[in-house]
């Protein structure tokens, strides 16, 4: 089974509203990281926030982290229609030698 | 940079068929993913170069694919003989220094589909 899993699967909101996704994952984690995948798209890095880190921002995202919880969030604030995509959180193991293990994504659907 | 290069973008082949497709990484990474994305199985990383060696084959589904990187600046992931259950998009990822992971950088994809 995957390492982390997104909820929900799927979001619809409007334009100007937030988003928030959850990411759970089952093991002891080095770093968590979010990638967002526009449709037809490669995957590109958002944000990485380590293990000793309980929240990072960058622009209009928030991530934060609940180890204890084995979980992790990410908020976008205001939403475009151009945050459309797919997001991943990814985890990064002691014993994974640099593997990224991904979940299933969070589609977000922003209208306008 | 250019970013992680990817050709070719689509390859439409006929069961049977040998299939290559390839990459290019970002110049100066040491760590070299391919990955294959269905809408089934989700992400899946197959394999991973350190320094142009294979470290991690684990996720290869069996052995009609093989990979290769013969230098710094150039890897292939093949299919021989392809298969319609092959169908998906592939991803090649490079990254610089793995114990310290960063942000892992991906290319466009080839969008493979087998008749």
């Known amino acids: 089974s995957q390492q982390g899993e997104e909820d929900p699967q799927a979001l619809s909101i409007q334009e100007g509203e937030n988003a928030t996704m959850n990411c759970s994952y089952k093991?002891?984690?080095?770093?968590l990281q979010w990638y967002r995948q526009n449709s037809g798209r490669g995957l590109v890095h958002l944000i990485l926030?380590?293990?000793?880190?309980r929240e990072k921002h960058s622009g209009r995202l928030r991530v934060t982290l609940d180890t204890s919880k084995k979980s992790s969030s990410l908020l976008i604030t205001a939403s475009r229609a151009a945050d459309t995509a797919s997001y991943f959180c990814?985890?990064?193991?002691?014993?994974?030698?640099?593997?990224?293990?991904f979940g299933a994504g969070t589609q977000v659907v922003v209208t306008p | 940079d250019a970013g992680v290069i990817q050709s070719p973008r689509h390859e439409v082949t006929e069961m049977g068929q040998e299939v290559t497709l390839r990459c290019k990484p970002i110049?100066?990474?040491?760590?070299l993913f391919w990955y294959r994305q269905t809408m089934m199985r989700g992400l899946e990383l197959l394999i991973y170069?350190?320094?142009?060696?294979?470290?991690?084959d684990s996720g290869m589904p069996e052995d009609r694919f093989s990979a290769k990187m013969p230098n710094a600046s150039f890897s292939t992931l093949k299919i021989q003989p392809s298969e319609p259950r092959d169908s998906a998009v592939y991803f090649c990822?490079?990254?610089?220094?793995?114990?310290?992971?960063?942000?892992?950088?991906f290319g466009p994809g080839t969008r493979l589909t087998v008749l």
């Open positions: 990822a490079s990254s610089f220094g793995v114990l310290t992971i960063g942000e892992q950088f």
């Open positions: 093991t002891s984690i080095n770093n």
């Open positions: 926030i380590r293990s000793n880190e």
């Open positions: 990814a985890t990064v193991t002691p014993d994974s030698w640099g593997k990224l293990q």
């Open positions: 110049s100066g990474h040491d760590y």
């Open positions: 170069f350190n320094n142009n060696v294979p470290i991690d």
